[in-house]
């Protein structure tokens, strides 16, 4: 490893970088469009949501309950229905998000403490889940202006009111908690984003005939991985701060431990990604093959590395391989630390499994690209 | 090895697949010499040069360079060889200074040195005032001279110059050779590889390439003094009736029309010039027959007849067929 000849592959990059327009725009693009859009998903104030209301017990008590429930504006009926499972057939049309069902026996059930009226909820959408929970804190079976009077008495009353509105989500029983999703969107972007760039990096040079030109100087295989490695961990390293800045300003995601420890877990992460990039590229032939390649990462990383559904819940085979990708640990690391205030060095089996996969793949990369052209 | 052999190849083969791309090249390349691979496409030129840097290796056959082992002691060779690649091969985004400092450092040359010998380069290969230009806007010839002054930035013993000239224009071609024999002055091997014929004529000796074995070797004027006697000119105004006539004359080898004239080539001690005439006449046609001076094109016509007559009638013979 001679300094002179990497600083040299660093400074190359660089300046090609500043001139590449189309990567310095998705470096800064991709985190801030991405974050935009996830960001409607933490945003929970829906309204309109088209239900349907079968009012079966047709009381004056029950008919004041739907225009409680009609006021919040979270609803707005859209379809008639009379029994519980006409609701379904609305719901598995797509033709409501929400149904609520107030039985016969509303108020027999109200004076009995039971669960008084019933909300269905396509499950499919978590976004209408969090809505319903909205609907959930209308108080049942007194009218809200006397509540407002009786502020001690409300109070007492919150258990009870919970428990008289059950939510039964279809299609999808787990929620997806949205302060997760900043936090996952961090190492949703950098394995997005890294593995593509060193990637595609590599193979452009070999397209554009560079790589021949290269390797028949006295330039080391080292020296060329570690100079295209950096710069792109600065990005990732950029990338990281602007998804940091902008999720707690916008969103107020918190970061309950220690910066210094999310950077180190986003720090591995990024080396992760640059290094499968490296690999990906030694064996790619174009551009586009290289593309392709990372969707081959990408994907199984952003279903199976618990940012989309919960790790446990998954069956034990696609855990198993769940435990190979970066993602995986990195969300448990950054989850740890920015939600639960751990320091990185309590999560040390998620710290170590980064750190191997690095390694590893650095050595294959390195080892597997030859200065040969055959 | 003796001090003045830079490149000795023996048996040097490599097949890709089922394709024998170089077969059997033996070859000897003096120092402070212009040796040059003469070739049509895909006859193996690229190739043999790859091999002889230390970009592939060979499927067999020896090489030494520099008196070190390739593709072994390829890694320690890197120092001492300049390379031009067929396709221009520099960075495209990066100013013509940019990628001098970026080729001077990855020859290990202090920045000092760096400095010094950039703008030495910039001046003698014509890039005052466009040091800060993107190589990618230039033109063919412009990025010709570039990537020539990027591999001699560390004064290699040895340049390996693959088709330089394939895309520029005939007065950057000449330029171009004026600084190579600049090199070979200042103590530069050079090995060179084209299609070109007036190109190949400047070389000090020549391989001739074809469908990866070497057909012939040795100075220009060894090669078009093996064919003396051998080529006539033909003047006539019908040229079409008269080349059709002529094919059909024993020991013919070909007979290329050139402007108004035909130029014959035959076998040796074949047809002289009395033959040719009679059998024009006896076509009916006037003409004129005279013996001309062989060129290269007519040593790369004999040396590669051999191979491919064979398959061109078959090709002839098949058209006929289908029209």
Same mark, same amino acid.
């Given at each position: 490893?001679?300094?002179?000849?990497?600083?040299?592959?660093?400074?190359?990059?660089?300046?090609?970088?500043?001139?590449?327009?189309?990567?310095?725009?998705?470096?800064?693009?991709?985190?801030?469009?991405?974050?935009?859009?996830?960001?409607?998903?933490?945003?929970?104030?829906?309204?309109?949501?088209?239900?349907?209301?079968?009012?079966?017990?047709?009381?004056?008590?029950?008919?004041?309950?739907?225009?409680?429930?009609?006021?919040?504006?979270?609803?707005?009926?859209?379809?008639?229905?009379?029994?519980?499972?006409?609701?379904?057939?609305?719901?598995?049309?797509?033709?409501?998000?929400?149904?609520?069902?107030?039985?016969?026996?509303?108020?027999?059930?109200?004076?009995?403490?039971?669960?008084?009226?019933?909300?269905?909820?396509?499950?499919?959408?978590?976004?209408?889940?969090?809505?319903?929970?909205?609907?959930?804190?209308?108080?049942?079976?007194?009218?809200?202006?006397?509540?407002?009077?009786?502020?001690?008495?409300?109070?007492?009353?919150?258990?009870?009111?919970?428990?008289?509105?059950?939510?039964?989500?279809?299609?999808?029983?787990?929620?997806?908690?949205?302060?997760?999703?900043?936090?996952?969107?961090?190492?949703?972007?950098?394995?997005?984003?890294?593995?593509?760039?060193?990637?595609?990096?590599?193979?452009?040079?070999?397209?554009?005939?560079?790589?021949?030109?290269?390797?028949?100087?006295?330039?080391?295989?080292?020296?060329?991985?570690?100079?295209?490695?950096?710069?792109?961990?600065?990005?990732?390293?950029?990338?990281?701060?602007?998804?940091?800045?902008?999720?707690?300003?916008?969103?107020?995601?918190?970061?309950?431990?220690?910066?210094?420890?999310?950077?180190?877990?986003?720090?591995?992460?990024?080396?992760?990604?640059?290094?499968?990039?490296?690999?990906?590229?030694?064996?790619?032939?174009?551009?586009?093959?290289?593309?392709?390649?990372?969707?081959?990462?990408?994907?199984?990383?952003?279903?199976?590395?618990?940012?989309?559904?919960?790790?446990?819940?998954?069956?034990?085979?696609?855990?198993?391989?769940?435990?190979?990708?970066?993602?995986?640990?990195?969300?448990?690391?950054?989850?740890?630390?920015?939600?639960?205030?751990?320091?990185?060095?309590?999560?040390?089996?998620?710290?170590?499994?980064?750190?191997?996969?690095?390694?590893?793949?650095?050595?294959?990369?390195?080892?597997?690209?030859?200065?040969?052209?055959? | 090895?003796?001090?003045?052999?830079?490149?000795?190849?023996?048996?040097?083969? +490599?097949?890709?697949?089922?394709?024998?791309?170089?077969?059997?090249?033996?070859?000897?390349?003096?120092?402070? /010499?212009?040796?040059?691979?003469?070739?049509?496409?895909? %006859?193996? +030129?690229?190739?043999?040069?790859?091999?002889?840097?230390?970009?592939? =290796?060979?499927?067999?056959?020896?090489?030494?360079?520099?008196?070190?082992?390739?593709?072994?002691?390829?890694?320690?060779?890197?120092?001492?060889?300049?390379?031009?690649?067929?396709?221009?091969?520099?960075?495209?985004?990066? =100013?013509?200074?940019?990628?001098?400092?970026?080729?001077?450092?990855?020859?290990?040359?202090?920045?000092?040195?760096?400095?010094?010998?950039?703008?030495?380069?910039?001046?003698?290969?014509?890039?005052?005032?466009?040091?800060?230009?993107?190589?990618?806007?230039?033109?063919?010839?412009?990025?010709?001279?570039?990537?020539?002054?990027?591999?001699?930035?560390?004064?290699?013993?040895?340049?390996?110059?693959?088709?330089? &000239?394939?895309?520029?224009?005939?007065?950057?071609?000449?330029?171009?050779?004026?600084?190579?024999?600049?090199? &070979?002055?200042?103590? &530069?091997?050079?090995?060179?590889?084209?299609?070109?014929?007036?190109?190949?004529?400047?070389?000090?000796?020549?391989?001739?390439?074809?469908?990866?074995?070497?057909?012939?070797?040795?100075?220009?004027?060894?090669?078009?003094?093996?064919?003396?006697? /051998?080529?006539?000119?033909?003047? &006539?105004?019908?040229?079409? %009736?008269?080349?059709?006539?002529?094919?059909?004359?024993?020991?013919?080898?070909?007979?290329?029309?050139?402007?108004?004239?035909? /130029?014959?080539?035959?076998?040796?001690?074949?047809?002289?010039?009395?033959?040719?005439?009679?059998?024009?006449?006896?076509?009916?046609?006037?003409?004129?027959?005279?013996?001309?001076?062989?060129?290269?094109?007519?040593?790369?016509?004999?040396? =590669?007849?051999?191979?491919?007559?064979?398959?061109?009638? +078959?090709?002839?013979?098949?058209?006929?067929? /289908?029209?």
């Amino acid at each position: 490893m001679n300094t002179r000849r990497l600083f040299a592959v660093l400074q190359k990059e660089f300046r090609q970088m500043r001139r590449d327009r189309m990567t310095l725009a998705m470096i800064i693009g991709i985190p801030i469009m991405q974050l935009i859009l996830f960001g409607y998903a933490i945003n929970l104030n829906l309204r309109h949501l088209p239900a349907a209301i079968a009012d079966q017990a047709e009381t004056s008590a029950s008919r004041r309950q739907v225009m409680d429930m009609l006021a919040t504006g979270v609803i707005e009926p859209v379809a008639n229905a009379r029994t519980p499972e006409q609701l379904m057939t609305l719901l598995r049309r797509g033709e409501i998000s929400v149904g609520v069902v107030i039985p016969y026996d509303y108020e027999r059930r109200l004076a009995l403490g039971q669960e008084a009226i019933q909300i269905l909820v396509d499950g499919s959408d978590t976004v209408v889940q969090s809505a319903a929970a909205q609907l959930a804190q209308v108080p049942v079976g007194e009218p809200p202006p006397e509540n407002n009077t009786r502020l001690p008495n409300r109070e007492s009353s919150v258990p009870q009111r919970q428990s008289s509105v059950s939510i039964v989500s279809f299609y999808n029983p787990q929620r997806v908690s949205a302060i997760n999703i900043v936090p996952g969107l961090i190492g949703i972007i950098l394995t997005m984003t890294m593995v593509m760039f060193t990637a595609v990096a590599i193979v452009r040079e070999r397209e554009r005939g560079n790589m021949e030109l290269l390797i028949a100087t006295p330039v080391s295989s080292a020296e060329l991985m570690i100079g295209k490695v950096l710069p792109y961990g600065m990005v990732g390293l950029i990338q990281t701060s602007l998804i940091l800045l902008l999720g707690t300003w916008l969103f107020g995601v918190p970061i309950r431990g220690s910066l210094l420890d999310v950077y180190l877990a986003t720090l591995l992460l990024i080396l992760a990604n640059l290094t499968m990039g490296l690999l990906i590229s030694t064996r790619a032939q174009s551009q586009f093959q290289a593309m392709q390649m990372t969707f081959f990462v990408f994907l199984p990383s952003i279903l199976l590395s618990g940012f989309m559904f919960p790790f446990d819940g998954m069956p034990k085979a696609a855990q198993w391989l769940a435990e190979i990708l970066p993602l995986t640990h990195f969300l448990r690391l950054i989850r740890g630390v920015m939600l639960r205030g751990a320091g990185v060095f309590e999560l040390w089996p998620d710290l170590l499994a980064l750190v191997a996969f690095i390694a590893l793949m650095m050595t294959l990369a390195v080892s597997r690209f030859r200065k040969r052209l055959d | 090895m003796d001090g003045d052999v830079a490149i000795r190849a023996r048996g040097l083969s +490599k097949t890709f697949g089922t394709l024998k791309a170089v077969d059997d090249v033996d070859l000897t390349v003096s120092k402070q /010499r212009i040796y040059g691979f003469l070739g049509p496409n895909g %006859s193996g +030129k690229s190739t043999s040069i790859r091999m002889l840097c230390g970009l592939l =290796t060979p499927t067999a056959g020896e090489i030494e360079v520099l008196g070190l082992q390739i593709p072994a002691q390829a890694e320690i060779l890197r120092q001492h060889i300049g390379y031009m690649t067929q396709q221009f091969s520099l960075f495209t985004d990066l =100013t013509v200074r940019e990628n001098l400092e970026f080729l001077a450092a990855v020859q290990n040359m202090s920045a000092r040195d760096a400095r010094a010998r950039i703008d030495e380069l910039l001046v003698e290969y014509h890039f005052e005032g466009r040091a800060d230009q993107l190589a990618g806007t230039m033109s063919g010839g412009q990025k010709q001279r570039l990537a020539l002054a990027g591999a001699v930035i560390h004064k290699p013993e040895l340049l390996f110059l693959d088709e330089p &000239t394939s895309a520029v224009d005939p007065e950057s071609r000449r330029d171009f050779w004026e600084k190579l024999f600049e090199l &070979t002055d200042a103590g &530069t091997t050079i090995l060179v590889s084209t299609h070109y014929m007036d190109e190949a004529e400047r070389c000090h000796r020549l391989a001739i390439l074809e469908r990866g074995r070497l057909v012939a070797d040795g100075s220009p004027a060894e090669l078009t003094g093996a064919l003396e006697g /051998r080529t006539l000119l033909v003047e &006539t105004e019908h040229q079409r %009736s008269a080349r059709a006539a002529l094919m059909k004359v024993p020991g013919v080898i070909s007979a290329a029309q050139i402007g108004n004239s035909l /130029r014959l080539l035959t076998e040796r001690g074949q047809a002289g010039p009395e033959k040719m005439q009679q059998a024009l006449s006896d076509a009916g046609i006037r003409a004129q027959v005279a013996p001309v001076e062989p060129s290269l094109e007519d040593v790369f016509v004999a040396v =590669t007849h051999s191979a491919s007559r064979a398959e061109r009638e +078959k090709a002839e013979a098949s058209s006929e067929e /289908r029209s």
